[in-house]
């Protein structure tokens, strides 16, 4: 009897042994939970940092956070692991039973902190956690989140709790977020572009604008009989300097408002980052055909693993049949293969390097199926590198009951992996084999390149097309202000015409003057000029301008008398009308000198006077040109430049027009009468009138052979 208990004794140690052997024998550590993984981590460093999120969270960050846990104060273990179901709770839990010390244990995935318990330790970590989540935006990343974490834990449990129940009261209800620390690239073009157009089109819209109101109101006031001498008017070089200080505004403004240089929290991950899981993985597969994630839940018993290495074992001795590779690994999209299970299960492929024949395609790596099973997700892809079988067929036609699952394997825990993977091998023997070995489907198998989150300087890209844009819109602006200021001068124009003897133009001097009156009026306007001029202030730029035009009309003026302004005194005859009083000076040279004298007089008040009524010299400044009749005969118009009044009325009576021309006194007998004739038929330097004051000053001086 004895011996026949020793004989069963016996017979069910080795059943025991021959279930434990294949799920030890699986890749994963001794310890054979999840929990256990990462206790027996942290018994030797309170920190571990997976190796499975290198695009958001590199392994080579963890002596940041092993920093940060230092200064809680207390014994802190910190696991920084992908997200977890249900948020990872109870996790924690297992993992202080397994190791089996007191402290604050900490749980951070890609979010920032998620949970933390403290166990045998005074620590707000609740309080903590919530200050955390609510205090910072979710771009913040998870470096700065375990920050804030340690801040919170660092002030004690009333200060805690305290700034817990304020960042509940001001984001729990959502109404309120904070703001986002990062701005992604598409927020860098639009800030670059918009500096563009704001660097052109602000300081060349206050150039454009500044020149064109400041000649509108000064055309607008002389129109209106309201113009005044202003000999404090701001010099014109006051608008360019004002649009470069504004460039200079932009650039500083710009420089320091958009100072963003990262669109994310990540940092750039190592080659080591990289390549860890990989490797890890490749090592785990030396040893076994079946790789289980120690970092992720356990999706397969003993009964389920020891069963389907029996399974590959079989396939590997069927006509066609190969090593079968199964890895239950999670695919992420922060891990080095940007979640693509094709580029993981190659990096894998490329890296074990096994002995064994290879297939003329392999280039030396190790051949057979890759099964690629997301303990996470529950997918399931498969690879085909060298085996004889359809690599079409086997990725692109698996049943999606085996692929995906079905409702009841995406609600289960385990997602059903177990039966789906015993689905798998049956679906790989009924396949039908081939005559050449298979390479994989076609699909790239390269990874999505790591995102540089150092984003593009301010002033580049679409900073260029902005000041293009900026240009165009100064100058549409510009376009809409001036239709605008049309609109409005036309309305005072016509609300506020030119009074009767009105001081600012002489639109009340009469068309057929007096010599006596030209000559009384020549003497008394370049007598004023000559003194205004000695008086003139020449301090600012607007000064030398005008001074410098006044010396040119003063200087004509003096050339038709010959240097002696009491020339226009001297009389031979008393009669007032149509006798030249003064024989050595004609009426033409009169009037000449008249409209010299008002120009000068005008520069030096800072006055726009390039322009002289072309109907009637006499009227002063002209403010357009105007197409008119200048003979009853002849019925063709032509574009004369006209004062306020003389528009005014060749509008209203344009066959008129004629009768506003200014006449003289046609050359003749000193002592007799003479009849009147336009001034423009006269040989004199007075018909330059029409094209403008600086005309008419050289005509002048051709006429006394001055240069």
């Known amino acids: 009897m004895s011996v026949t208990r020793a004989l069963l004794a016996l017979f069910a140690l080795s059943a025991l042994f021959a279930t434990a052997t294949p799920a030890n024998a699986a890749g994963s550590p001794t310890p054979s939970t999840q929990a256990a993984y990462f206790a027996a981590h942290l018994s030797t460093n309170p920190v571990y940092v997976t190796d499975q999120l290198p695009r958001e969270i590199p392994r080579s960050q963890a002596p940041a956070f092993a920093k940060l846990a230092k200064r809680t104060g207390i014994p802190t273990y910190v696991l920084v692991l992908p997200e977890q179901d249900l948020g990872g709770k109870g996790l924690l839990g297992a993992v202080h039973d397994r190791l089996g010390r007191d402290g604050l244990y900490v749980l951070v995935d890609t979010s920032g902190v998620t949970d933390a318990v403290a166990y045998g330790v005074r620590a707000p970590a609740d309080d903590a956690a919530t200050v955390a ?46 703001d986002l620390m990062y701005i992604d690239r598409t927020d860098r073009k639009n800030q670059s572009f918009l500096t563009g157009v704001l660097l052109v089109g602000l300081p060349l819209l206050i150039l454009l604008l500044v020149t064109y109101v400041r000649r509108w109101r000064h055309v607008l006031l002389k129109a209106t009989g309201r113009a005044k001498p202003d000999r404090r008017r701001a010099p014109e070089w006051l608008a360019s300097v004002l649009a470069l200080v504004t460039a200079a505004a932009i650039v500083l403004a710009a420089a320091f408002t958009f100072d963003q240089t990262r669109s994310g929290a990540a940092s750039p991950p190592t080659a080591a980052d990289l390549s860890s899981r990989v490797e890890r993985v490749a090592a785990g597969l030396k040893q076994d055909s079946v790789y289980l994630d120690p970092e992720s839940p356990r999706v397969l018993d003993s009964h389920q693993l020891s069963h389907l290495h029996q399974r590959i074992q079989e396939f590997a001795r069927t006509d066609g049949g190969g090593p079968v590779s199964v890895l239950l690994v999670p695919q992420l999209s922060a891990d080095e293969s940007a979640g693509s299970p094709e580029a993981f299960a190659d990096a894998v492929h490329a890296k074990l390097g096994k002995d064994g024949k290879d297939s003329k395609d392999s280039g030396g790596r190790e051949d057979g199926l890759y099964v690629v099973a997301d303990p996470l997700r529950g997918d399931i892809d498969v690879f085909n590198y060298g085996l004889r079988l359809d690599s079409s067929r086997v990725f692109y036609d698996l049943p999606e009951s085996i692929g995906f699952g079905d409702d009841t394997a995406r609600e289960a825990d385990d997602h059903l992996l177990g039966d789906r993977l015993e689905d798998l091998m049956t679906f790989l023997d009924k396949s039908p084999r081939t005559d050449e070995p298979g390479t994989p489907s076609g699909l790239s198998t390269k990874a999505e390149p790591i995102e540089d989150h150092a984003l593009p300087p301010l002033f580049s890209g679409d900073f260029w097309p902005g000041l293009l844009v900026g240009g165009l819109g100064a100058l549409l602006v510009l376009g809409l202000v001036t239709g605008v200021l049309g609109i409005v001068g036309s309305v005072l124009r016509r609300r506020h015409p030119v009074p009767s003897g009105s001081e600012s133009a002489y639109l009340q001097e009469p068309s057929d003057p007096s010599v006596s009156y030209l000559r009384t009026t020549a003497y008394d306007e370049l007598g004023a000029l000559s003194e205004e001029f000695l008086d003139a202030d020449d301090a600012d730029a607007d000064g030398l301008i005008g001074r410098a035009r006044a010396w040119d009309c003063l200087d004509a003026a003096m050339l038709l008398v010959d240097g002696d302004r009491d020339r226009l005194t001297a009389t031979s005859h008393a009669d007032d009308s149509n006798v030249a009083d003064a024989p050595d000076i004609d009426p033409a040279t009169l009037v000449t000198v008249i409209v010299l004298a008002r120009a000068g007089r005008a520069a030096l008040k800072g006055e726009a006077y390039d322009l002289c009524c072309g109907l009637n010299p006499l009227h002063g400044p002209a403010v357009d040109r105007h197409p008119v009749r200048v003979s009853a005969e002849d019925r063709r118009r032509r574009r004369f430049p006209v004062c306020d009044g003389c528009r005014a009325r060749a509008s209203r009576e344009p066959g008129a027009a004629h009768t506003l021309l200014m006449t003289l006194p046609a050359p003749g007998p000193v002592d007799g009468e003479r009849d009147r004739v336009p001034y423009a038929v006269l040989e004199s330097p007075l018909s330059a009138v029409p094209d403008g004051i600086p005309r008419l000053i050289d005509a002048v001086r051709e006429l006394a052979g001055v240069e």
Do not use: N, T
């Not at 913040?140 to 834990?153: E, H, M, N, Q, T």
């Not at 660092?154 to 984001?171: D, F, L, P, T, V």
């Open 133 to 178: 989540l609510y205090e910072l935006p979710y771009d913040a990343g998870p470096l700065r989140s375990f920050g804030r974490f340690v801040d919170i834990v660092a002030q004690g449990s009333e200060k805690a709790a305290a700034r817990a129940e304020a960042a509940r009261e001001k984001y729990a209800e959502g109404d309120a977020e904070p």
